[in-house]
């Protein structure tokens, strides 16, 4: 069955009109934040922190070694330190945090995106602006 997306857009306290059928869309630089369920992808050069909760398929050729590099934090999840390319992210409760440079993230699922740094955000329904170092939260609902 296909998701549909409704955006509802919360920008500096203000609520904007929601949607049906967006998929949000990311460009930037800085920090991307997900609480919610996916599916998300997300492209770029930096660190990932992952919960438990989340499936992740990262980059093809990402390492070196046979074995990912990566850190278990307790009660935190897995932090993956130099991810440089495409990674696919789906769950549920899922709390992810990409800091890094030429972001570029695909989010499908229902929760809040919280974007700090800068660069554009977009829907398929021409919703559009931009995000900056003090922050905006994008919520997005999935309509079934």
């Known amino acids: ?6 955006a509802c857009w919360l920008i500096n306290g203000q609520t904007g009109n929601c949607e049906d059928g967006d998929i949000l869309i990311v460009k930037g630089n800085g920090v991307i934040t997900f609480i ?3 599916p998300l992808s997300i492209t770029g050069e930096g660190s990932l922190v992952v919960n438990k909760n989340a499936s992740v398929t990262l980059p093809e050729n990402l390492f070196t070694k046979d074995e990912p590099e990566q850190y278990i934090r307790q009660n935190a999840g897995v932090v993956y330190p130099h991810i440089n390319g495409k990674t696919l992210i789906d769950g549920e409760d899922l709390e992810i ?3 890094g440079a030429n ?3 695909r989010v499908n699922g ?7 740094g800068y660069g554009i955000y977009f829907d398929s329904a021409g ?3 931009r995000w900056s170092a003090e922050g905006t939260t994008i919520a997005i609902k999935a309509v079934k």
């Open 103 to 105: 972001i570029g993230a």
């Open 1 to 6: 069955m296909l998701a549909f997306i409704a």
């Open 127 to 129: 919703n559009a602006g």
């Open 110 to 116: 229902d929760g809040t995106v919280v974007l700090k």
């Open 36 to 38: 919610g369920t996916g």
């Open 97 to 99: 945090s990409f800091a």
